[in-house]
């Protein structure tokens, strides 16, 4: 069996090699590891010092395309180099290489398809206030919309079986973390977490550069993540509660014409009925994107079997 450890990397000289060196290159259970670098267009020599220090293969985007995308492209590459388990690492060595045995076990004993090495934010001392209870709030709401039990949603130490990887697809563009594992839990994928110490990142954070765009960015992730994958209890709570505050209205006139003057109060009936067809309009945007959902997972589907074609033949099952 083979394990592919894939680290997207920008700009991250001062610490990729630190990272690559301590990855462990013999696991029980695994036969060959190997170390892959998606350099994400570096202005610095992270290229260089990845080969220096060990990875097996360096790939170079020539511009930088951003995290989501260097994900893609390193999970894709990996898969073409006969991984059978794929682990994802930061270069920045937030995370303990050294700890990736216990991250693949519960895979090794076939009992989860994805494994998030949950680093209890909670815990975390030196992780910026902004940071801490972002992750905590994200990662409570994006439990909520799944259905999932409050993983850390935000850690990039996470480890896939070789179908869950062929299964995943990152609708965003800027991050992965959170898409991924809502893709993985919408496709039935079973998903476990190991508790794992992370460690201080000195650098400043690219992804969160300010307190107002993290608040900015969450939000937006949140939202289109909820508006994806759970589009009829996103807009069918917003609709009725559009709908419900429509009926007030329509309460209050009927309330003034039967125990008031009997005359006047229009003025409501007119706003209900635009509250309520307002309503009434977003509960059916509900049932739309309910039902292009269920288009996404037959498209999902058959570019799966499509990935795992092209897959089987270059890598043929040994009889």
């Known amino acids: 069996m083979k394990l592919v450890v894939i680290i997207p990397a920008y700009n991250e000289e001062a610490t990729i090699a630190d990272v690559i060196t301590e990855v462990p290159r013999k696991i029980d259970g695994i036969s060959v590891v190997e170390v892959l670098v998606l350099d994400d267009g570096s202005q610095d020599t992270t290229p260089l010092v990845s080969r220096k220090s060990g990875a097996d293969y360096v790939i170079s985007h020539k511009k930088n395309k951003g995290l989501a995308q260097t994900f893609r492209d390193a999970i894709d590459a990996a898969l073409l180099h006969g991984a059978d388990i794929i682990v994802n690492t930061d270069a920045d060595n937030h995370y303990d290489q ?34 801490k209870y972002g992750n905590i709030i994200g990662s409570f709401l994006t439990a909520k919309i799944a259905g999932l039990p409050s993983f850390d949603v935000s850690t990039g130490f996470r480890a896939y079986t070789k179908d869950a990887a062929l299964r995943l697809f990152v609708y965003s563009n800027h991050t992965y973390t959170h898409t991924t594992l809502l893709s993985a839990h919408d496709q039935r994928l079973i998903i476990t ?40 209890r996103f807009f069918g709570f917003l609709g009725a509660a559009i709908f419900v505050f429509g009926f007030f209205f329509v309460a209050r006139f009927l309330y003034f014409y039967f125990f008031a003057n009997g005359s006047g109060h229009i003025q409501s009936l007119v706003l209900a009925g635009v509250l309520m067809i307002i309503g009434f ?7 739309l994107g309910s039902s292009i959902g269920w288009s996404r997972r037959v498209m999902e589907e058959i570019l799966y079997r499509i990935r795992k074609d092209e897959l089987e033949k270059k890598f043929p099952k040994q009889e």
Do not use: C, Y
Request: no cysteine; glycine share 4%.
């Open 281 to 287: 309009q977003t509960i059916v945007m509900g049932l």
């Open 98 to 131: 050294s700890k990736i045995p216990m991250l693949i076990q519960p895979i090794l004993e076939s009992r989860a398809d994805v494994v998030i090495g949950s680093r209890k934010v909670s815990e975390l001392s030196d992780m910026r206030w902004v940071n």
């Open 193 to 232: 977490e190991v508790p794992l110490k992370a460690r201080k990142v000195t650098r400043p954070s690219r992804l969160i550069p300010s307190v107002p765009h993290f608040i900015w960015h969450a939000g937006t992730v949140i939202v289109r993540n909820i508006v994806l994958f759970r589009p009829l």
